[in-house]
T-cell receptor, first 112, second 113 residues
Framework: DAEITQSPRHKITETGRQVTLACHQT?????MFWYRQDLGHGLRLIHY???????NKGEVSDGYSVSRSNTEDLPLTLESAASSQTSVYFC???????????FGQGTRLTVV | DAKTTQPNSMESNEEEPVHLPCNHS???????IHWYRQLPSQGPEYVIHGLTSNVNNRMASLAIAEDRKSSTLILHRATLRDAAVYYCILRDGSSGSARQLTFGSGTQLTVLP
């Protein structure tokens, strides 16, 4: 069965370190998305991609970057982790119509 | 993006039907109505979507008002596993439009045994 997986599921890192969260999907979807979820804010869009070599900024993109070198993966990089980036991160993918998105199980990131 | 309004929380008894309302008075003609739910400690999960007509699938039914300014997600027989946050989301389905989902705060559904 096709799936979308995130790794790691949990990570603790120190302020100032570069961190990369992985997202891999086997749906062969063109669209991929990264969201963060904090108490009191719901899910907010960080970055998204509509295909290979395409990346776009979302609502809360400062301090984050993504790259799309193939269809299956959209890694999210925190250039210099800050305590404000402590959150749960969700990756999602959908086909070109965008009618149905599939979400990963999330990565809980703690920046100390 | 057109906005949606949902109650913050609702309660239901197990094995009874649940009607989750959503108001979207500024909906445009090309906006699809999507419902997702998020179980505790999990990522959001697709439930159903529709444009104008009522829709049914194995998880739920979506009833859309004739003027499309409101909709209702119907869980026909709630179970404890249906306890989750339910999100009603509008997404423009016209060609070239954005394909990302914009989440609001949703409705926290509690199912009582």
């Amino acid at each position: 069965d096709a799936e979308i997986t995130q790794s790691p599921r949990h990570k603790i890192t120190e302020t100032g370190r570069q961190v990369t969260l992985a997202c891999h999907q086997t749906w062969n979807h063109n669209n991929m998305f990264w969201y963060r979820q904090d108490l009191g804010h719901g899910l907010r869009l960080i970055h998204y991609s509509y295909g290979v070599q395409d990346t776009n900024k979302g609502e809360v993109s400062d301090g984050y970057s993504v790259s799309r070198s193939n269809t299956e993966d959209l890694p999210l990089t925190l250039e210099s982790a800050a305590s404000s980036q402590t959150s749960v991160y969700f990756c999602a993918s959908s086909d070109s119509t965008g009618m149905r998105a599939f979400f990963g199980q999330g990565t809980r990131l703690t920046v100390v | 993006d057109a906005k949606t309004t949902q109650p913050n929380s609702m309660e239901s008894n197990e094995e009874e039907p649940v009607h989750l309302p959503c108001n979207h008075s500024t909906i445009s003609g090309t906006d699809y109505i999507h419902w997702y739910r998020q179980l505790p400690s999990q990522g959001p999960e697709y439930v159903i979507h529709g444009l104008t007509s009522n829709v049914n699938n194995r998880m739920a039914s979506l009833a859309i008002a004739e003027d499309r300014k409101s909709s209702t997600l119907i869980l026909h027989r709630a179970t404890l596993r249906d306890a989750a946050v339910y999100y009603c989301i509008l997404r423009d389905g016209s060609s070239g439009s954005a394909r990302q989902l914009t989440f609001g705060s949703g409705t926290q559904l509690t199912v009582l045994p």
